[in-house]
């Protein structure tokens, strides 16, 4: 029986085609995220820095929006700009 499992990336590289050339990989799937395999299995996701980056900010995002809904219809305070 072979179980199937899902790879989340486009482009694919074998852990030991990774340990020869690292930077020909990260070259080559400019800014899309490549599988890591081992024995034709997902071991890891190789993403670029710009990619990470903007995953932690919609990460951020999303938690903000969590407050803000949370906080939605809550009690206001009424206050002049010039107060500010």
Known sequence: MTITQTIFARNTVSMTDLRRNPSEVIEVANQSPVAILNHNKPA??????????????????????????????GKTVKVKLKDL
Request: aromatic share 6%.
């Open 44 to 73: 890891a996701y190789l993403i670029s820095a710009a990619a990470y980056e903007e995953m932690l900010e919609q990460i951020e995002d999303a938690a903000l929006t969590k407050i803000v809904k949370a906080r939605a219809g």
